[in-house]
């Protein structure tokens, strides 16, 4: 049994808690167990990003909520679980700047904070594992690389900004059963929303080997694959900053993602 099958989510966020988590990502940990992206704002943006997020469910799918100064994540997603240690590490955003990444976000947390939870594509990983398709990140120890595009979100209230792709490479003549097996995991991201080089121009990608990300680790794209592009719950990070979202905003690392004791299948439908 690997470390990664040994460890439960509880144990990961434990970790997490204690800074004794050390591994540079969440890839691959718990398999069978979904993971969270988040973001910390102010009440007063709330009602707009629940708006952004029905209006762009690919790129954020809203798993849940916390109420406005509680910092306990919902039991339905996670039991004993704090959102402000419970990450491996937070971004700091500051008038939609990144000022910081911090292990732990106590001092700021506000009496009007809410955290929200979005969807990760980490959580169908597993799932193409199962069927022969290991994620070519997982297989490096890496986090998954990730990209800003110039396909613009449906904006709502102050948010509004481009999308956030992540990348996974897979040759041509897998990318149906990729497509398949990643459709009903329409809670986060779904199937692919591009590939190969028409794909990332129609995304205003440049990076086409995938060591330049914006976003997470480089990765291999090796002769006979094509980069394949998903939603990713980073895109509420790469919003504050392109809105300029006033004071201050936390977000999870990329790729540093919340685990959450639901199951992979807990966030699936069926076609």
Excluded at 95 to 106: P, Y
């Amino acid at each position: 049994m690997s470390i990664s099958q040994a460890l439960t989510p509880h144990d990961v966020r434990i970790q997490c808690r204690t800074k004794t988590f050390t591994a540079p990502s969440t890839a691959g940990l718990c398999p069978g167990y979904s993971q969270a992206n988040v973001i910390i704002l102010p009440n007063k943006f709330a009602a707009d990003f629940r708006l952004l997020c029905a209006r762009n469910p690919v790129s954020c799918p809203l798993l849940g909520e916390t109420k406005p100064g509680n910092p306990q994540v919902p039991k339905a997603l996670a039991t004993d679980s704090d959102v402000r240690s419970d990450c491996p590490s937070y971004n700091i955003y500051r008038d939609g700047v990144f000022v910081q990444q911090k292990e732990s976000i106590e001092k700021e947390w506000r009496d009007d904070s809410v955290a929200f939870f979005i969807g990760c594509s980490y959580s169908f990983e597993a799932a193409l594992a199962k069927n022969g398709l290991t994620p070519r990140h997982v297989q490096l120890g890496r986090a998954v690389p990730m990209y800003k595009t110039k396909y613009r979100l449906c904006p709502a209230g102050v948010f509004g900004g481009h999308m956030v792709v992540s990348m996974r490479p897979y040759r041509l003549a897998d990318l149906e059963r990729v497509r398949n097996i990643t459709r009903p995991f329409v809670k986060t991201h779904g199937e692919p929303v591009a590939w190969g080089p028409e794909g990332a121009k129609s995304l205003g990608i440049t990076d086409l080997d995938g060591t330049n990300p914006d976003f997470g680790d480089p990765t291999e794209i090796q002769d006979g694959e094509i980069a394949v592009y998903f939603g990713c719950g980073v895109t509420p990070q790469l919003s504050v900053m392109d809105s300029g979202i006033s004071g201050e905003v936390v977000g999870h690392t990329p790729g540093r993602m919340l685990m959450l004791d639901i199951k992979d299948e807990d966030v699936c439908v069926s076609f």
